[in-house]
Structure formats: C-alpha cells, structure tokens
C-alpha cells in the first residue's frame, strides 16, 4: 500500500527540519496541512497567498529536492490557498496552484473572490490632468529597514513589508494591515515601506500620514468647504500609509471619507498600508464595510521580542549612536524590560542621560539602578530551585541531572554553582542547600562554595559565565 499524504508530509517534514533554522520551520511548515496525494501530486494547503509566494521564493528549491526524494522523482506539489472571503460568504475557498506555473500565478491576485466585489466608482472629484504630485511623504530617516531588527516577533509582518516596498500595490497584501501593541514597531514598519520605496522609486508618490491627523485635516476641508480638494489629493497618492487606523473609532464622516479613498486606490492598483492596535475583526467602532476591506490583504501582527532580538535592537542602537556599552548591562535592560520597545529605548535613553549629567561611567550597578526606578519589578523571591533551574536553563541541562548521582565534571560543576549561588543569594542554610541540591550535606556545599570563589580567581571562562548567570538571575 502507498503511504498517505500525512505520511509522506511528515517525512518531508523531517528533512525540512533539519535544513532550516527552527524559527523558519515553525513559521513556514508548521501551518502547512497535507490534503492529499493523487497522481503523484501531493496537495498541501497554506494559510494564505502571501504565505504560498514566500515558500515559492524562498524554499521552492528544498520543497522540490525534499518531495523527490520521498516521493520519486514524478513527484509534484499542490498549493491550496485558504482566502479570506468572509465578506463574500463566509465559506473559505481554495484555489489550486501548480508549482511549476509560477508567472502565471502571480497574477492570479486579482481575480481572487474577495476583489471581484468590489463596486465600481465613479468619481467625480477627480481633475484629469494632474499627474505629478509634488508631496512630502511625512517620513522619518530613521525608521528605515536597516534600523529595523527582524525577530519571530516581526517576521510575517517585516517580510510582507518587503514584498509590498519591492512591488506596491502590485502584491496580494493590498491593504497591508500591521496590527499590535503600542511601542512594538507599527510606525518604524509602516515608514521603513514608505522610505524604501521612495529610495527604489521616487517617481512615487508616498504619504505617511497619521489617522488623527487625517482626520483633522478632513475636518478642516469640511470647515472651508473644499472637501473635494481633500478627496482629489488623497486619490492621487501611490502609497497611502495611515498609522493607528483606530483613531478612526467613531468618527463617521471620516471613515465615509476613508471609504471612498480606499477604494479608489485599491481599484487603481495603489498600495494602502494601515496600522491599527487591534485585527481587523477586534476593531470597534468602525463600519463594517471598512472592516471588511482591511482584510482583503494581509494582517500581519507585531508582538513583544524575546530577549535575544532585545539585545540586537540595543545593540544596534548603541552602535547607531556611537557609543558603547558593557554586554552586561545590555543584557540587564533586555531583561528587565519587557513590555515594549519604545521602553526598552526610553531606558537606555535615561541610562546615558543619568551617565552624563553625573559624569559616571555606565556600569551594572549604575544600570541597575537607573533601570529599576523605571521598570516597577515584581521582585522575584530568589530559592534554591529557582537557582537550580536557572543554572540548568544556562548549561543546557535537565533539573533532574543536578539530582542524580552523576560524577561527570560539567554536573559536578554545575551543581556546585547553584550551591554557590544559593549561598550567596538566599538565607537558606547550608544543610537546607545541600538537601536540595543532590542530597549532598552541608561540608559538601561548603567544599562547592570555596571551588567556586578559587575558580572565579583563575578561570577566566567561569568568571564570565558566573557573572552572566548571576544577571539572569537577578533579573
Ligand atoms: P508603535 O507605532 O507600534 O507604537 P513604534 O514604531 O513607534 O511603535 O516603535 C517604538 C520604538 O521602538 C521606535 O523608536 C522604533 O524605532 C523602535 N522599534 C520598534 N520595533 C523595532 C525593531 N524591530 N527594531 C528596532 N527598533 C524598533
Ligand atoms: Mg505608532
């Protein structure tokens, strides 16, 4: 018997796995669903098209010797693309992309379901003949995509933005819609389009505009009466970038407005790109009809960084402004704070001012210091197991090899450190340590205790790492 489409997805899979980084894996294979195999072609469905273009970009080559090699060589792929029609009935449809049909596909965007209902319109606002608008985009230098540090965090929405800067309004993910916290990089991403776009095609015209201000502004052309004057401009725009579309919550007559702008540039082909602190379907306040446009392309959420994307946004900071900084005191900040980039800024930012005004050298204990009036901490209780953990968090090992009877040299001094730091960092005695920490007794941790402080002296290797152990867990 023939093994079945999950069977063979799965061995495909394993190979997968093992060629690329595991954050890739998870963004791009894990979603991935195997449907069937007929004919030797094997149908696997993505969640989107935006997610079928990068696997053809980026993978295609691996898919294809991957799909080979479990399959034989007539082996051939599938894509089924799930859309988003919810608009137009709220069934999901699939359509069929053969791999080896590429151009033909990426046109196929267009006459996806959800584009085919959009109505006509006639505007009569517009003056023909004007072409070339002469408009500042409103955007800052230094939100570019150099600046902008790619993590599991970012990813969909950083590679969505670098589709949309290469091919405005010419990709599926027209509108690109940016969703998430305050602070986690919205208006970086949506300027760093605005900005590459303008490096690749300043015959462009590109406008970042904030939706406060979009609003004050229609509401001013109401005022004076040259509303159309207002519609005009904003229907010539190429690239239409409206950052906290939230704003809009309420304000009818500007969401009237924005309707018809949108629109307009849709069915030209212009690229919209908004942000907005919610998805699509958790936004309140705005008209249906609105909603339901923004998902025609792709929503793409921004989250919050781990730590080690943390540390690159410091890091790339510090360079930017020229200075530098002790890797500890680095790391102490990305642990510290958690919540949103802009803080994690704001805290380095209030380091080097505290440093200059008292004429001090940026140290941990200044750090420290500066980053813990900002940052309102829930003190961590510090105990022997939580050290424990922390120490095999840092070597890699499992909690119970601290337990067992093992005398290989890295338990032996992994166990040693917790003793050493639970020693120094909690009131428990050393009777207490050494009953928690592979039922040893207290002449035991005593012994670990003094091997630990010799080894800080000689062992330049330990020193460092005791001293990035001790600021994890302090953190
Ligand atoms: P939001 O618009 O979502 O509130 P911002 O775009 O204003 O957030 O980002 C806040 C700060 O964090 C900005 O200074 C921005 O440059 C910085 N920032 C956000 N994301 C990144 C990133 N991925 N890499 C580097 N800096 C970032
Ligand atoms: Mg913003």
């Known amino acids: 018997m023939r093994p079945n489409h999950n069977v063979v997805w799965s061995r495909c899979l394993e190979i997968i796995k093992d060629n690329i980084p595991q954050t890739s ?4 294979f894990e979603p991935i669903i195997p449907k069937k195999i007929e004919n030797n072609i094997l149908t696997i469905q993505v969640p989107s098209l935006f997610f079928y273009e990068y696997l053809e970009e980026q993978f295609i080559d691996l898919l294809g010797k991957t799909l080979k090699k479990v399959m034989g060589d007539k082996a051939k792929l599938e894509y089924n693309v799930v859309m988003d029609t919810t608009h137009v009935n709220n069934k999901p449809t699939t359509i069929n992309v053969p791999t080896n049909n590429k ?7 267009v006459s996806l379901p959800a584009n085919k209902e959009r109505p ?9 003949g004007i072409k070339k608008l002469n408009v500042d985009p409103q955007l800052n230098s230094a939100y570019s995509f150099e600046n902008f540090v790619e993590g599991a965090c970012n990813r969909l929405a950083k590679s969505a933005g670098s589709a949309v800067a290469d091919n405005p309004g010419k990709t599926a993910f027209n509108p690109l819609f940016i969703y998430g916290n305050s602070g986690l990089g919205k208006t970086h991403l949506g300027q760093a389009i605005g900005i590459e776009i ?23 052309a109401t005022r004076n009466n040259n509303r159309n004057d ?3 401009f904003y229907q010539m725009i190429d690239v239409l970038i409206i950052d906290d579309i939230h704003e809009l919550a309420g304000k009818t007559g500007t969401q009237n407005i924005f309707f018809h702008i949108f629109n307009h540039l849709h069915q030209s082909g212009k690229q919209l790109i908004l942000t907005s602190d ?6 309140t306040g705005l008209e249906d009809r609105l909603l339901s446009r923004f998902k025609w392309g792709l929503s793409a959420e921004l989250t919050m960084p781990d730590f080690d994307t943390r540390v690159e946004i410091l890091k790339k900071k510090i360079y930017n402004d020229g200075i530098t900084m002790p890797d500890d005191v680095i790391f102490y900040i990305a642990n510290n704070v958690v919540n949103n980039i802009r803080e994690l800024e704001g805290a380095l930012v209030s380091l080097l001012a505290h440093a200059t005004l008292n004429k001090e050298e940026i ?14 901490k829930e003190r961590k209780e510090i105990s022997v197991d939580y050290i424990s953990k922390k120490v095999c968090e840092y070597y890699g090992l499992e909690m119970e090899v601290l337990q067992s009877r093992s005398r290989k040299r890295e338990i032996v001094q992994a166990r040693q450190i917790a003793m050493f730091f639970s020693k120094s960092l909690t009131n428990s005695s050393l009777a207490t340590i050494g009953a928690k920490i592979g039922k040893k007794d207290h002449a035991t941790v005593l012994h670990a205790c003094k091997t630990i402080n010799n080894l800080i002296e000689t062992d330049r290797e330990l020193k460092h790492q005791i001293k990035e152990i001790e600021t994890q867990l302090k953190f």
Not at 120 to 128: A, G, K, L, Q
Not at 198 to 220: G, H, I
């Open 278 to 283: 919610k998805a699509p379907v958790e936004l």
């Open 103 to 109: 151009t033909d596909l990426r046109n196929r965007p």
């Open 230 to 232: 207002f519609l005009n």
């Open 198 to 220: 303008k490096k690749n095609k300043p015959e462009k015209t590109v406008l970042y505009v904030n939706a406060n201000k979009f609003e004050t502004q229609y509401s001013e």
């Open 363 to 376: 140290t941990f204990d200044t750090a420290k210091s500066v980053v813990d009036k900002l940052v309102k």
């Open 25 to 28: 894996f998870k963004t791009w």
């Open 120 to 128: 006509t319109i006639r505007n009569p606002f517009v003056i023909p």
